[in-house]
């Protein structure tokens, strides 16, 4: 084996080697069904603690990478076959028993009336200026780096498009993806995604879901150019992608001229200990990633944002780039002093710790 800790490295040494086996486990250095190597023999290998192990192989479990079997060690659960036949195991098909999407608690008003005073004060009259037609520069700098810090998405922000929610920014991927292509969305799915691309005037098709994310074949066979899916938990399934079908996802997108919308609708609030994994971190050219602050602040704020792939940044600014931004520059600063004075992240990980004790 080649595992390998660096201790300079700021980086966790368990999430070091699960990043690690994970990369091997996508390349099929350990196929499915395969084993993985015991808790024993990383430790040696690495000079870690087999605990420290056995917190990278939680999260392989947790993302769907790997299985813990009783008395009997890891083994591959992820499935990355050529085609779509083998994709991953769709015998459980969505029902109304589905896992609902959940509640949180809301975010502490008083944090919230504390940031808009010190805004106000701080930024004077400057909170009635128009804003950047892309949005403010103090909160895609902000939403960059956390981004960057949470979810290992690293882009440029000019790459950010603040938007007054998430039906606003579908309206926009429509006009840059073009209205001549064809749509693909979630069966079941979010009400005002098909609302969107009906007023649109758009083609667009409906994917079954299974237990794991969109069936395979249904998938293969669609006539779309462009997906869109909430991976973590669609609404109102609550169905998550497992990380076979992320990767299929992918697949599909890499096959012609083909995009994700990824809307990473409550995320933020998962139970694992590292964020979960996104489709645009694994392929930042092929999906376009969306997220609000209606889940973690408020929806009435009506706030969003979306990441465009490099490539399409150009082509935004000179077909879109007119569109005065929707959100307030009064509110853009709100959240851009949430997040860098670290009430937002506070917040989620508050919500996530009480999310994890109430299993």
Known sequence: MKYFIDKSDKTSAYLQLYKQLKADIVRGVYPY??????????????????????????????????????????????????????????????????????AHPEFPFSVLTKTMRFVISEYGEAILERSPESGCIDLRNAIKK????????????????????????????????????????????????????????????RLPLASSGIESRALKNSKAQVLHISPYRSFPSGVTASASKKHEYLRWAKKGERYVIEDDFESEFTISKKAEENLFSLSPDNVIYMNTFSKTISPALRAGYAVLPE????????????????????????????IENGDFERHINRVRRKLRKAL
């Open 311 to 338: 490539k399409l940044t150009d082509e935004f600014e000179r077909r879109l780039g007119f569109y005065s931004c929707t959100v307030s520059t009064y509110i853009q600063l709100v959240l851009a002093a949430l």
């Open 33 to 102: 069904n395969a084993k993985l190597p015991s808790k024993r023999i990383l430790a040696e290998e690495t000079g870690v603690s087999t605990i420290t192990v056995e917190h990278a192989f939680s999260l392989l479990c947790d993302e769907g990478y790997a299985k813990a079997r009783e008395r009997s060690g890891y083994y591959v659960i992820f499935k990355n076959g050529d085609g779509f036949a083998f994709a991953t195991d769709e015998s459980a098909h969505f029902t109304e028993r589905a896992k609902p999407v959940s």
């Open 146 to 205: 956390y981004l960057f810090k949470t979810k290992g998405i690293d882009v440029d922000i000019r790459q950010i498009i603040i938007g007054a929610g998430s039906e606003y920014l579908y309206g926009l991927a429509v006009e840059l993806l073009g209205r001549d292509k064809i749509y693909a969305i979630e069966s079941p799915s979010y009400k005002k995604i098909e609302q969107v691309y009906t007023a649109c005037d758009v083609k667009f098709e």
